[in-house]
């Protein structure tokens, strides 16, 4: 079982919708005539607070009870969301070359990925889908800060139903593979769930290298949905970009 197929019941407990990601999106300019794709959508939050600003929102996610969830925020919602399986890897098999005018990926969504290859790979199928000056949107986690202040992992979650730690396991100066050594406190019930995954511990630099690769310029980086300045001090790493017209 994978690591979100264990925690999907209790993903909006440990990771609550935040309008600062929507306020973000929307100031790249919306509108009825838009396409916005969100890959990695999870239970689709992000994507039914959107679906009233676009003329099509689709939503893509690998796990089927993950996308159940976002099935029924959008039927509760009353707004129109298309769903379905896939993941990264998946866009040129879902959508035709140049249909698509945002394409987002947030919740250090991309270190999922198994290699350096694979990352070349979704963002040139991503550079595919998009139209010219259609935009990708990303968010990671800032590897470099956790590895330059030899930190042991993320700052705990926690609120009136769950606890979440969230350790990362490496080896200086430079992993390219880290593991993320998670557990969860079900706080009601008692119930703990640890998971150990491996993740691509991708920086800036490889990421930006990856995009103009892919075919993508005019990219900005962001310390926060907020347009903080990134900063060696920065938790997440924004980045927005454009395909090159």
């Known amino acids: 079982m ?11 407990q440990i990771f609550p919708f935040a309008m600062a990601q929507r306020d973000f999106v929307l100031s790249f300019g919306s509108g009825p005539e838009l396409e916005l ?16 600003s676009f003329g099509r929102c689709t939503g893509l ?5 993950m996308l159940a969830g976002a099935r029924a925020k959008a039927d509760s919602a009353g707004v129109p969301i298309r769903l379905m399986p896939g993941g990264m890897l998946d866009l040129d098999r879902e959508f035709a070359p140049g249909s698509v005018d945002r394409l987002i990926c947030f919740g250090n969504t991309i270190p999922h990925l198994e ?3 694979q990352v070349d790979h979704f963002l040139r199928q991503a550079a595919s889908v998009l139209r010219p000056e259609g935009m990708i949107l990303l968010q990671i986690i800032h ?5 330059d202040q030899e930190l042991p992992g993320l700052p705990t979650l926690e609120n009136d139903q ?9 080896t ?15 706080k009601e019930s008692g119930q703990v769930i640890e998971n150990d995954i491996p993740l691509l511990a ?10 103009g690769k892919a075919g993508f310029s005019d990219l900005q980086t962001f310390g926060s949905f907020t347009r903080d300045p990134f900063s060696a001090d920065s938790i997440p790493l924004i980045l927005t970009s454009r395909v090159s017209g």
């Open 2 to 12: 994978n690591f979100y197929a264990t925690i999907h019941p209790w993903y909006d």
């Open 37 to 52: 794709v969100d890959v990695g959508c999870g239970t689709g939050s992000l994507l039914v607070s959107l679906a009233g």
């Open 143 to 147: 590897f470099r800060r956790i590895f």
């Open 61 to 65: 996610d690998p796990d089927e009870e």
């Open 172 to 186: 200086l100066p430079d992993p390219g593979v880290i593991r993320f050594h998670t557990i969860l406190t079900i």
């Open 115 to 117: 290699s350096l290859e």
């Open 162 to 170: 769950v606890r979440f730690v969230r350790n990362y396991h490496y």
């Open 202 to 211: 991708l920086s800036l630099e490889q990421l930006s290298e990856a995009l």
